[in-house]
């Protein structure tokens, strides 16, 4: 059985961090004491709340904006995000002279709209429950002559994202386990190949919502499974299928995909802003969770986890972690 060609290798992760260093932060990796003696394991978190715009998502945007032709970068970017890919695409357009169209749903939090606006994109909203942003976003860069750049399955965007679990190990040294959030996928595949090439032992695992468990289905099935839009607080995870460049890298990287629920990420909200005084917003905390909230046995190993990002609305926030409901 031959191996199959995945989307990217390290030396597209090595390039991207290369071409992203003097854009994007180095973002601080993370201890707690008490997140280890609640594990029984040595907890490394790369924080991407600390990024530029606030995730990780600026990494893959730069770097695949950054390697536009002169007709492309003329032309502008069109991309569709839920808020967080969003801000990544406007923030790097903004950097490198592009113009930049979003499509964002209407109930994306409103922070992230109003960031997206602020760092110079056109926003133009839809509805997530009945409107396909995919035809949509083809629909309207073929009439405006943008080059569209997904928020997950492309090349580009992957290499960018794995950047993060190379500045991890290399910043952590040697990890026994990865911990990546999943919501389409491009940073678990990202991550992936980077941690596969640094650490060739190493247990790897996407965790995305309770609610909407698509990548752990497509997993167990062997193919991509696509599921109605999830209801779930994890909002940068509402997607509903993995990609097509993704899904291979994950498929034949990680060893399994797990799932939190909605309380156990609040859980892991209010432990970060009560013992480390960070700010993680739900998507974000989906990696965390499942060590945090035992899903995963990581007694007596270390382990990286992704914190993907902070950008949540401070009273949503706030109503969340006091319990209240949204």
């Known amino acids: ?28 990796v993370l201890t707690s004491r008490t997140a280890d003696a609640m594990t029984g394991a040595s907890l490394f978190f790369k924080a991407e709340n600390f990024q530029r715009m606030g995730a990780f998502k600026f990494r893959g945007a730069y770097n695949a904006i950054s390697q536009f032709t002169a007709d492309q970068r003329r032309g502008g970017v069109l991309a569709f995000s839920s808020g967080n890919h ?57 009439e405006r002559g943008m080059t569209l750049i997904p928020p997950y399955d492309h090349p580009h965007v992957m290499a960018g994202q794995g950047t993060a679990a190379k500045e991890l190990i290399e910043d ?5 386990m990865l911990l990546v959030c999943v919501g389409g996928g491009g940073l678990l595949s990202g991550c992936a190949v980077a941690a596969r090439a640094l650490n060739p032992n190493i247990e790897i695992y996407g965790v995305e919502p309770e609610a909407g468990n698509d990548g752990q289905q497509s997993l167990r099935k062997g ?24 899904f291979p890298v ?11 629920t909605d309380d156990e990420l609040v859980k892991t909200m209010t432990f970060f802003a009560s013992r480390m005084k960070i700010v993680v917003e739900p998507t974000g905390c989906l990696a965390a969770a499942a060590a945090l909230q035992g899903k995963v046995d990581v007694r007596g190993k270390r382990v990286g986890v992704i914190l993907s990002g902070g950008n949540v609305d401070l009273a949503r926030f706030a109503k969340l972690t006091l319990g209240e409901t949204v």
């Open 86 to 142: 969003a801000q990544a695409i406007a923030l790097s357009a903004r950097e490198l002279g592009v113009p930049a169209v979003i499509l964002m749903p209407k109930d994306a939090p409103q922070m992230k709209i109003d960031a997206t606006r602020g760092y110079g994109a056109e926003v133009i909203l839809f509805d997530r429950y009945t409107e396909d942003r995919e035809v949509l976003a083809k629909r309207l860069a073929d």
């Open 172 to 176: 952590a040294g040697e990890l026994d």
């Open 223 to 246: 193919e991509i499974v696509h599921i109605d839009t999830p209801r779930t607080i994890a909002d940068g995870a509402q997607t509903q299928h993995l990609g097509q460049y993704t």
């Open 250 to 260: 994950i498929r034949a990287l990680a060893d399994d995909i797990l799932t939190v």
């Open 1 to 28: 059985m031959t191996t199959p060609t995945l989307a990217i290798t390290y030396g597209d992760v090595v390039a991207a961090h290369d071409r992203i260093r003097e854009a994007a932060h180095r973002t601080p």
